[in-house]
């Protein structure tokens, strides 16, 4: 079973304080978009393995398929903005 993304969302949250967090999709497929300075320092895939170290056991059972995620730190959000 798919997880609401409002979970996902508030298993980010607790693993990246003080971050802003968007969580959109369903079914399985999810897009995140994190803005937080613990990216700061760590390139695409670090970053990208510091979410999945959060979601992987949601992967495991299924209830996440897929995920894209886009990963900024503040700096890199107000640049892109």
Not at 46 to 72: D, E, F, S
């Amino acid at each position: 079973m798919a997880m609401p993304t409002s979970e996902i969302s508030a298993l980010l949250v607790a693993a990246f304080p003080g971050a802003a967090v968007q969580v959109g999709g369903a079914d399985g497929k999810y897009q995140v978009q994190i803005v937080s300075t613990a990216f700061a320092g760590l390139n695409r895939v670090k970053r990208q393995q510091a979410v999945y170290k959060v979601v992987n056991p949601h992967i495991q059972t299924g209830a996440i398929h897929a995920i894209n995620m886009q990963l900024q730190t503040p700096d890199e959000n107000a640049a892109s903005a």
